[in-house]
């Protein structure tokens, strides 16, 4: 993966000691002109240099993702 990252918001992972969960913007993830996606990274512990797992979401899928997490939230 190439491109700038943007930090937008870290938040602590519950049920780990030190798991963060990661919120950016990556410009031109995959290459110059390539789409901006937005990026969730779950990293179990802080010191990682790279996620344990990422997801990259294009601008067009985002509300998608957010009403089936809403929905996942609700069956939990």
């Known amino acids: 993966m ?3 990252v943007t930090k937008m918001d870290e938040i602590a ?3 780990t000691k ?3 969960i990661t919120i950016a913007i990556i410009h031109e993830p995959y290459g110059p002109k390539s789409q901006s996606v937005a990026s969730i990274g779950i ?6 240099e ?3 797992w990422k997801v990259h979401i ?7 993702v957010i009403e089936a ?3 996942a939230k609700e069956a939990l």
């Open 2 to 4: 190439s491109g700038t």
């Open 13 to 15: 992972l519950s049920n």
């Open 18 to 20: 030190e798991g963060k």
């Open 43 to 48: 990293s179990l512990q802080t010191n990682l």
């Open 50 to 52: 790279e996620p344990d």
């Open 58 to 64: 294009p601008k067009e899928n985002i509300d998608a």
């Open 69 to 71: 997490l809403q929905k």
